[in-house]
Structure formats: C-alpha cells, structure tokens
C-alpha cells in the first residue's frame, strides 16, 4: 500500500513540474518581451536627446531632466487604481489595454513641435503606463504557488537589462537611418515612432494570447488545469488576507522595502536616462569619439 502511495505522489509530482515548465515556457517570453518594449518606450528619450531632440526642442539639461521625471508622475497618481482595474476587469482584457495605449502615446511623442507638449505627452505616457509592472507581478501568483514566484519574477524581469544591451543599440541605428524615411521625420523622431508601434501591436497580441486564469487555459490539458487549480487552491487556503492600505503606510517592513527599492531605481533611471548625455560630453571634452 505504501509502495502504491509513493508511485501516486511521485507521479503527482512528476505532473506539478510539467504543468509549472509548461506555464513558464508559455508566460514568461511573451511577459518578458513586453517588459523589453515597456523599458525601452520610457528611456529611449536619452537615445533621443543626444541625437537632435534636445537641439529641435530648445532643451537645457535641467528640461531635459523634467521631460524624462515628468513621465513618473502620471505612473504615480495611475498606479494603484490600475492594478484595480486589473483584478476587476482581468489581466488579458487590462494589460491589452495599458499596452495599446502606451504605445499609442510613445507613437505620438514622435510629433511634438516644443518642450511643452514633451512634457504632456511624457505625463501621458506615465499614466498609460502605470499598472503595467505589478499588474503584471500580480497577474503571476496567479498562475504560480509561492516557491515558484520568484523564478517567474526573475525572467520577467530580465526584460530591463535585455532592453539596456540590445534596445539601446537598436534604437541608435533606428536615429542613423531613419532621416526622412517616413512623414519626413528626422531620426529621433523616426526612433520614437517606431519603438513604440511594437508595443500596440503586443498589446493587440495580448487580448488572445494571454489567459486570466488557470481555470480557462485551454493550451493545458483537463489534468493540468486541475493540478494547477489545486496547487494554487491549497496555497491560498493558508494565507490570511487580512490588509489594507492604511495598514501597509503602518507597516515598517513596507517603508524599508520601499526605500531600499528607491535607492536601486534612483541609481538606474539615472544612468538610463542620463548616460548617452554623460558619454556626449566624454567625447566633447577630450575631443574623442567612440565607435557605435
């Protein structure tokens, strides 16, 4: 009896780490290049100002400086509500929709004619923006039980360096062609537009390809689905959801979290948004230019 016990349990197990490869496999790519798109569209303003933009627009550093902030004050004031949004109205329908919209306005960023509208369409981008990154660290548990969290959080967020090694190189090559190529744009602009097409066009992507929950993936088998279900069921029957907002502000472990968080995206969004001007100024000072 014990024998036969143990081939049940190793064949359940056995089945928990097929239907968890097979839910990485079909989430986390996908996922992960949104996040590619997502970093991309909000930094490729530093691949822009040193390729024209800050001269076209009658840019200083210190506008320059509030055109690239401005954007996190929409993702701010959007954030929390739209990640509401999300578990009301369900993650294909809400993430479909941040990514549409986002890309639609970094399409647009493209045709500003001065620093003002820079600076609304920047705006306008945070609050399309907003909800996208813990909408989408929401939407995971979901779909995986605790132990496997933060391996699918990791890969998600792999998307942010893979944007710095390959988006940045893209984006300087879309600027050195893209001189009049369409709508007589110069090349910053015909970076900035055709960074942010991708974006609507996953958005578009997300509506069918995305599921909301395990109950309705149909690319699982009636097992897994129900495997999946369970493991995810048991989880939650022993966690207490006992929180409120008032009650995180209250929480000493959230205020360390989140200045620990602070001091690691101060230092990133710096060098994003900055290092192309810094290296600009490398080569202006001592009179050398570095290969692309």
Known sequence: ???????????????VKRVNRKTLWRLMPFLMLCYFINYLDRSNLSIAAVNGMNEDLGLTATTYGIAAGVFFIG????????????????????????????????????????????????????????????????????WFVQKNRGLANSLFLVGIPLSNVIGAPVASWLVAIGHDIMFGLTGWRFMIFITGVPA??????????????????????????????????KEDAGEVHEASALGALKSARAWILGLGYFGLVFGL????????????????????????
């Open 1 to 15: 009896m014990s024998t036969q016990s143990n081939a049940i349990e190793s064949a359940r197990d056995a089945l």
């Open 200 to 233: 609507v066009l996953l958005g578009i992507m997300c509506w069918f390809f995305l599921t909301d929950r395990p109950a309705d993936a149909k690319w699982l088998t009636a097992e897994e689905r129900a495997v999946l279900i369970e493991e995810m069921a």
């Open 75 to 142: 993702y701010i004031l959007l954030e929390i509500p739209s990640n509401l949004a999300l578990h009301k109205f369900g993650a294909r329908k809400w993430i479909s929709r941040i990514m549409v919209s986002w890309g639609a306005v970094a399409c647009l960023i493209a045709f500003v004619p001065n620093a003002n509208w820079l600076y609304t369409m920047r705006f306008l981008l945070g609050v399309a923006e907003a909800g996208f990154t813990p909408g989408i660290l929401l939407y995971l548990t979901y």
């Open 269 to 292: 969004y710096a060098i994003s948004f900055f290092l192309p001007t810094i290296i600009r100024g490398f080569q202006e000072m001592y009179n050398v230019e570095y290969s692309t």
